[in-house]
């Protein structure tokens, strides 16, 4: 099993920044993949931003060149600066890593970002 435990969400206004992270720990041996998703309220979670342990990355088209994912893999923690933040990314934002050899998936539970105008 792999835990997942986010942190660093919160409220700001439009124009700031936060920077999340995603701590794991437990068997993470197989971890390949992370990424960061976000569920606005009525809305399908989606990919914010995902990183390779090689540290190849995909961005979704909304958060280029606002967002940066990066990991550290000697302390097990994945990271999302975000800057430049509108309301519209107002959503609880997830962490998931990916067990390659098994193609387990393991969420965090979760953090809030709210952006006001």
């Known amino acids: 099993q792999v835990q997942l435990v986010e942190s660093g969400g919160g409220l700001v206004q439009a124009g700031g920044s936060l920077r999340l992270s995603c701590a794991a720990s437990g068997s993470i041996d197989g971890i390949n993949a992370m990424g960061w998703y976000r569920q606005a309220p009525g809305k399908q979670r989606q990919l914010v931003a995902s990183i390779a342990r090689g540290g190849t990355t995909i961005y979704a088209d909304s958060v280029k060149d606002r967002f940066t994912i990066s990991r550290d893999n000697a302390k097990n923690t994945m990271y999302l600066q975000m800057n430049s933040l509108k309301p519209e990314d107002t959503a609880v934002y997830y962490c998931?890593?990916?067990?390659?050899?098994?193609?387990?998936?393991?969420w965090g539970n979760g953090t809030l970002v709210t952006v006001s105008s």
């Open positions: 998931r890593a990916s067990n390659s050899r098994s193609g387990v998936l393991y």
